[in-house]
């Protein structure tokens, strides 16, 4: 199933819109993030998709047929959401085959079926044993998977998961992520996963589309995204970067007068950029000589994989937040007081805003 979204928007009253005029296709089989910050309208994007929610305009396409008047029941979609309230009193069993015991008599499979379909679909997300178990003997992860096979149950052309491991914690997220992944590859439903978290993004997904102020940045593949982000917000989002306001002059680049160090020279007209670099693509010496936007350190934080510093530069009145990599031996040794500079060997320019 192909999901043509086109020109999307969606104002709720008295507000500014939560989605700006979308559009993005979604691949027969393939398993797209929704990836923004909240708020950004990723749930409101997911509820049109699956026609809980009326569009103020546009709309959404079903292998290239107009679904926008079509309801949830008719367009056969499967849902998980963050907080999924299973039925506390039932069993597993019969969560699962809710959605088919729930249909009209004239499409209702006979119960014998049903229990066979629900028994099979747990087998799938590796609950075997569980049947009989209520909601409340389970925990968070098995709770989930309980909530997925529940949406499989109804043979849904599209799967429609809304932060379903929001609730969870890191590790088991973890685990879910890739338990997820491989169930998608085994039965290849077009499924569009929207989350809040990048790394989660990143790597479940076929493609990433990174919605920001309801309105599409970029999709591609997350090394595309990663790797050629098309804008300063993309790229910032995408992992922690540093950012300078830089202005450049004949292929020279400078910050508040001083010249900053880039590896081959600026290709870029004179005028005002924004300059960003993630923390692994510079490098930090603690020594006075030598290239590099120097000044002094400071605060130092050690943090997970990176060494946060606000640095003194110049005739600036506020120091300039950086994170920095835990590369050589300059950071171990660096101290508030103390001298330091930065290389920048890889960055991207944006015109600033
Ligand atoms: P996300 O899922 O990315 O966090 P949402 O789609 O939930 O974002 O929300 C996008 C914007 O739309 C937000 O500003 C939110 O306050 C607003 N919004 C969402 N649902 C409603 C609603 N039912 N009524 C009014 N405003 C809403
Ligand atoms: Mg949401």
């Known amino acids: 199933m192909e999901i043509q979204v086109h020109d999307i928007r969606k104002t709720f009253d008295g507000t500014a819109a939560a989605l700006d005029g979308i559009s993005l296709t979604i691949r027969s089989g393939e398993l797209l993030a929704l990836l923004g910050p909240s708020g950004s309208g990723k749930t409101t994007l997911l509820r049109v998709i699956a026609g809980l929610e009326f569009p103020t305009g546009g709309s959404v396409l079903f292998d290239g047929d107009d679904a926008s008047h079509r309801t949830v029941q008719e367009r056969n979609v499967g849902f998980v959401f963050q907080h999924y309230a299973l039925f506390r009193h039932m069993t597993v069993l019969d969560n699962v085959g809710f959605g088919l015991a729930a249909r009209p008599r004239a499409n209702r499979p006979a119960k014998a079926e049903i229990r066979r379909r629900a028994e099979e679909l747990l087998a799938l997300v590796q609950l075997q044993g569980l049947e009989h178990r209520s909601p409340a003997q389970l925990s968070g992860g098995q709770r ?98 540093n950012v300078l306001p830089v202005e450049v002059r004949d292929g020279r680049a400078f910050f508040a007068g001083c010249p900053v160090p880039v590896a081959d020279g600026i290709e870029a007209g004179d005028g005002h950029y924004t300059l960003q670099a993630r923390p692994c693509d510079m490098m930090l010496a603690v020594d006075r000589q030598g290239p590099g936007l120097g000044g002094i350190a400071e605060m130092v934080r050690v943090s997970l994989g990176r060494v946060r510093v606000d640095m003194k530069v110049g005739g600036l009145a506020r120091p300039i937040e950086l994170e920095l990599p835990m590369k050589g031996e300059g950071w171990r040794e660096l101290q508030p007081g103390q001298s330091l500079r930065v290389r920048i060997d890889r960055y991207h320019l944006f015109a600033a805003p």
């Open 144 to 241: 989930q998977r309980v909530a997925l096979a529940r949406a499989l149950a109804i043979e849904p052309t599209v799967l429609l998961l809304d932060e379903p491991f929001g609730a969870l914690d890191a590790k088991v997220r973890k685990d879910l992520r890739r338990w997820l992944r491989q169930l998608h590859d085994r039965t290849g439903h077009t499924t569009v996963f929207v989350t809040h978290d990048q790394e989660e993004a990143l790597e479940l997904s076929d493609r990433v589309a990174i919605i920001n102020q309801g309105r599409l940045e970029q999709i591609g593949t997350p090394s595309e995204a990663y790797l050629r982000p098309e804008s300063a917000f993309v790229f910032d989002f995408l992992g922690s970067t």
